[in-house]
């Protein structure tokens, strides 16, 4: 369930952000016995790096990431921890 969660993530952001850098992980592992995880909700870390965050605040970058993963933060995901990026910003954090 884990591998398809994480490829259903991987899949709306790169469809609805066109991301330069995708990088998506499951961290319901660190979340064992949590009050959150007993409904079978997922924990996930990601790093998006899309030129659709040019210009827009951090809480607007969380909102176009929310409304990409869409009817999945209710079924899939307990937590998103996000950090959405232009790749001005990925490459200068990056050192790339």
């Known amino acids: ?50 030129d659709a965050f040019a210009g827009k605040s951090p809480l607007q970058r969380h909102r176009l990431v929310y409304q990409a993963m869409g009817e999945a933060m209710e079924t899939d995901i307990h937590a998103l921890s996000i950090q959405a990026l232009t790749l001005s910003e990925h490459q200068r954090v990056s050192g790339d």
């Not at 949590?34 to 899309?50: E, L, M, N, Y």
């Open 1 to 50: 369930m884990s591998e398809a969660r994480v490829r259903m993530i991987e899949e709306r952001l790169r469809s609805a952000m066109a991301a330069e850098h995708l990088d998506v992980e499951d961290e319901s592992h660190l979340h064992a016995g949590h009050a959150g995880a007993r409904d079978g909700r997922g924990h996930f870390r990601v790093v998006v790096v899309s």
